[in-house]
């Protein structure tokens, strides 16, 4: 038995990787970049130090700056046509995970014609598009190291999950100095989903050798650092280790799979509009608590890689020391309950069926250490809504 792994080419990571933005182009043979990016990115000054390295080596390069939160096929049409006709050599994704999903799909779109719907799971993307250099500001979704887009098709509000090998970035630039401005409400949602993508692609049914080096890594750089970063954004160490963090978890899960947890997330997105790494922490200590007994001893050593304790000699104990930080995480950086974000109990109650199909549509709860069932994956929205 042995497992495929795909990952970015180059990673250029640390304090000041953007600086090597030009070097990195170069190494990838690519002289005509076309910046894919939203519009808050030029307000920051973040595309000004993008196009100021790009200039000072006279590339020239073309400029989308209206990629959207959670992108439809609608939202990337225009950026597709604008690449196509611009005749670009490579993509530069600046910005969260929302960012660096529209690049690749533009990427795809733009050098193979049809539409995402012809390119969704089960298929596998693995014909060569025009390389992605992700430049990722927020340290959460991992995109920049995972082999996977997902884009909502606006007509049916399906969010269509592509993945294969197509869709790796060529490149990564993990520069944790693009995330000092993060604000705390993002800092924290999208470092719950990286901590989600560690834990999920530890205990996933999927999970192997190599992935499982990546999460425990990813573990221990997040789940020690990540209520530091939140609550003091000067704290630098803590941030360069949280957003190391997100993109090994970024590679532990492109190889291993996400499970349960992101699968109930989904439809919490598509129906109530909760921001994914919200929906992840909503759901994470419940469906951790429901699926322990399946993987004990995985679980356990979650506990202990995230520094809450020191072996696994009492299981029992390091499970009640994962759960009970899970729900510390939750209330110290303020995640709001479902009704406190908004969501009405009845319309929840009633759209419980549904979103359990959706979740067992999507195929990641098979990867999850215990398999659940319709009306077991109801049962924990339930318990999701109950226990806030
Ligand atoms: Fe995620």
């Known amino acids: 038995m042995t497992t495929t792994i795909n990952l970015p080419k180059i990673m250029q ?18 002289q005509y970049p076309c910046i894919i990016t939203d519009a808050t990115m030029v307000t920051l000054g973040y595309t000004d130090k993008i196009t100021n390295l790009l200039k000072a080596q006279n590339i020239d390069y073309g400029l989308f700056s209206e990629t959207r939160a959670e992108p439809s096929e609608d939202s990337i049409l225009p950026a597709v046509d604008l690449v196509r ?10 910005g969260g995970g929302s960012a660096i999903d529209t690049a690749k799909a533009i990427a795809l779109l733009a050098s193979h014609g049809g539409t995402m719907r012809d390119y969704k799971m089960p298929r596998l993307v693995n014909m060569r598009s025009l390389p992605v250099i992700a430049i990722p500001t927020t340290a959460g979704t991992g995109s920049e190291a995972t082999q996977a887009t997902i884009i909502t098709d606006a007509s049916t509000d399906e969010k269509m999950l592509c993945m294969g090998p197509g869709l790796m970035p060529m490149a990564a630039i993990v520069d944790y100095e693009l995330t000092l401005s993060l604000p705390m409400r993002i800092a924290a949602d999208t470092g719950i989903d990286a901590l989600t993508h560690a834990i999920e692609a530890y205990v996933s ?43 090994l978890a970024g590679v532990a899960f492109s190889n291993a799979s996400v499970a349960l947890v992101h699968g109930m997330s989904r439809p919490l997105g598509v129906h109530f509009h909760v921001p994914h790494g919200l929906s992840n922490a909503m759901l994470l200590p419940t469906v951790t608590e429901y699926s322990i007994s399946s993987s004990p001893t995985r679980y356990a050593q979650c506990a202990m890689y995230m520094g809450l304790v020191d072996d696994i000699a009492d299981k029992h104990q390091a499970h009640k020391a994962l759960l009970s930080q899970l729900r510390l995480i939750n209330t110290t950086l303020k995640v709001p309950t479902l009704a406190e974000f908004g969501v009405q109990k009845d319309t929840f109650y009633n759209t419980l069926a549904l979103m359990a199909e959706q979740a067992l549509a999507s195929g990641s709860p098979n990867n999850n250490p215990r398999l659940a069932s319709k009306d077991e994956i109801i049962t924990l929205y339930k318990t999701a809504w109950e226990s806030e």
Do not use: H
């Open 13 to 30: 990571i640390g304090a000041g990787a953007i600086n090597a933005l030009p070097a990195t182009l170069e190494n990838l043979g690519c």
């Open 85 to 94: 006709q611009g005749k670009y050599d490579c993509l530069l994704a600046l």
């Open 205 to 247: 049914r999927k999970a192997n050798l190599f992935s499982d080096q990546q999460a425990i890594a990813a573990m221990k750089l997040i789940g020690q650092n990540l209520l530091r970063t939140c609550q003091d954004a000067t704290d630098l160490a803590a941030r360069e280790a949280v957003m190391l963090g997100a993109t």
